[in-house]
């Protein structure tokens, strides 16, 4: 059950997209119910400025399937307001039936290490509810709660975490 990270390009779209309708419906469904199916929609539309900005990954198998994507970008997410030093993790997902084997932590590390390496030194992340023991797991501490805007008029609850890398 070997995988590999790589970037990613605008040819990633269709891939990136079944990884997200794949991923997100399952496994944030215990976290928020049935708030999810009002923005399923918007939430797992492949994002094309990130898949073109060579600072977004994907985990690929052996067999070249897609089973992991994240990256970075020093545009916060919403508004694209930047702060020096400062960076925002994008996008996380992992394939259902290839959580908790090290994917989302292999892409993190990858995105550490090209963040610091552009100079970044804290990364922050807006964490779904179901994705806040895992970025404690990486070393992030929440502090604050917050209604994450989804476009449309809609929002989820979410977790502002932050460390420094
Ligand atoms: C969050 C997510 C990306 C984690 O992906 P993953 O590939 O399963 O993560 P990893 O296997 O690298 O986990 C690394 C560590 O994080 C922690 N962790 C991961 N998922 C966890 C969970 N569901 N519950 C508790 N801890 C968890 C564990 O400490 C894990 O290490 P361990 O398995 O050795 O104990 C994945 O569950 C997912 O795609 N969730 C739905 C989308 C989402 O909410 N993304 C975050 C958006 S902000």
Avoid: K
């Amino acid at each position: 059950m070997s995988f590999a990270a790589r970037v990613t390009g605008p040819e990633d779209a269709r891939a990136v997209g079944e990884l997200l309708r794949a991923s997100y419906p399952v496994l944030m469904r215990a976290a928020y119910g049935e708030a999810l199916s009002a923005v399923i929609e918007i939430i797992t539309r492949p994002n094309p400025a990130l898949l073109e900005s060579g600072t977004f990954y994907a985990a690929e198998s052996g067999e070249g399937q897609m089973v992991g994507i994240g990256g970075w970008s020093r545009e916060r997410p919403g508004d694209a307001r930047m702060e020096p030093g400062l960076a925002h993790l994008r996008h996380f997902a992992t394939h259902p039936d290839w959580c908790r084997r090290g994917v989302g932590r292999l892409i993190y590390e990858v995105c550490e290490t090209r963040a610091r390496e552009s100079g970044i030194g804290v990364l922050e992340c807006c964490s779904s509810l179901n994705g806040e023991a895992f970025y404690a797991a990486l070393g992030f501490e929440p502090f604050e709660r917050i209604d994450v805007p989804m476009g449309e008029g809609r929002s989820l609850a979410g977790v502002l975490m932050r460390r420094r890398i």
